[in-house]
């Protein structure tokens, strides 16, 4: 079975560049009644900005009721779906990954998709878990197949070899064979890829050197400083995760113009990365109890950004959890009028572990007031 990591962990450590996008709440609610009045003028089908607004609005069941009838399915269609199901039905977005190879069996990413769902029915499954892990190696291995020209499909099947235990499929040896396969076709991204396996091989000091010269490189700060937070979160070391991801509250991500695709998906991977790094300093905070000012500032940081970016990021954690963390960081502050404001700023949505944490800080709130 899986180590216990939520799903947005594994999907981060299975496709490190994988993107999707969300926009703030107000944002969200315009697009969402501009589709439905899309829909009542006869054009049933939304555009990519209202399914994104509308998974940030965490409107799962309206996604599925809106996507689920829609017989030939656009890529991006079937990946805000499958996402949605993934919050409500796993069964059901195993049956609509299924449905998303059969239809785009030349698109490396309905595989990775597959292989995203698997990972997470083993998860939640004890009994059925080395049957999905296998699941989910064979439509990484099938991406390959289908794109050998793509690093991102290397770097999967490898992030796979790593996290998944040896009983379920994962080899560290072979993980160190792709390592060297990225670094053939990409120099750069062989030296994540060689960090990344130097850090699951017990090798943690090799990794940290490699990424903290990673870090001194501009065009590479951002993901550098990224991957060292996550490394020495993993480690407990948090005094260096703080110091290592708080430069990226002040890092100028340059913005590209969509019209360059290129330029675009780097720009949208370095602005991922940013904002993924900024909610994990507010993560440590709260899970440390300690660096709480530094914890308010990126998560304030952190919402401002994601009410302006136009960049796909639906598997960055919502404005839900955002601000839910930081209700959590006004109590530890002994500032109790700003957690209940704060608190009153999460919606109403099928997250019960969200909805849990919520429950027990308005117990808090009010024994506070």
Avoid at 36 to 46: D, K, Q
Avoid at 167 to 196: N, P, R, S, V, Y
Avoid at 212 to 235: K, T, Y
Avoid at 274 to 281: C, E, F, H, K, P
């Amino acid at each position: 079975m899986f180590p216990q990591q939520n799903n947005l962990t594994v999907l981060y450590r299975l496709f490190p560049r994988a993107v999707t996008a969300l926009k703030g709440a107000h944002v969200a609610v315009l697009l969402c009644l501009s589709f439905l009045v899309s829909f009542a003028n006869a054009n049933p089908l939304p555009s990519d900005d209202a399914l994104d607004a509308m998974f940030q609005a965490q409107e799962y069941e309206n996604i599925v009721n809106v996507l689920e009838p829609i017989p030939s399915k656009t890529p991006k269609q079937y990946n805000v779906l499958i996402s949605a199901l993934m919050n409500t039905d796993l069964d059901d977005a195993e049956d609509m990954a299924a449905k998303f190879v059969d239809d785009h069996k030349d698109n490396y990413r309905a595989y990775h998709m597959h292989a995203s769902v698997m990972g997470a029915q083993a998860m939640d499954s004890v009994f059925s878990a080395l049957g999905y892990a296998k699941k989910a190696k064979a439509s990484l291995q099938k991406a390959i197949e289908v794109a050998p020209d793509e690093i991102e499909v290397y770097q999967a099947l490898m992030q796979f070899y790593i996290v998944a235990p040896s009983i379920a499929g994962g080899d560290i040896d072979e993980a160190k064979i792709l390592a060297d396969k990225i670094t053939q076709m990409d120099a750069l991204e062989g030296k994540f890829a060689t960090a990344t396996v130097y850090a699951a091989d017990d090798k943690a000091a090799e990794a940290k050197t490699m990424l903290n010269g990673l870090s001194e490189q501009p065009e590479f700060e951002v993901r550098a400083r990224l991957e060292l937070g996550r490394l020495h979160i993993d480690g407990e070391e948090y005094d260096d995760a703080i110091a290592a991801l708080t430069p990226l509250l002040s890092t100028n991500v340059a913005k590209a113009h969509k019209s360059d695709a290129q330029a675009w998906d780097v720009y949208s991977n370095r602005k991922f990365s940013q904002l993924y790094g900024t909610y994990r300093i507010g993560w440590v905070a709260v899970e440390t109890s300690q660096y709480t000012e530094s914890g308010i500032d990126a998560l304030n940081y952190y919402l401002a950004e994601l009410e302006a970016t136009d960049i796909d990021t639906h598997q960055l954690p919502s404005k839900n959890w955002a601000n839910l963390r930081l209700a959590e960081l006004f109590l530890n502050a002994d500032d109790v009028s700003m957690a209940s404001s704060t608190l009153a700023k999460v919606t109403k949505d099928d997250d019960k572990r969200l909805a849990k944490i919520m429950k027990s800080l308005k117990k808090q709130i009010k024994k506070r007031t």
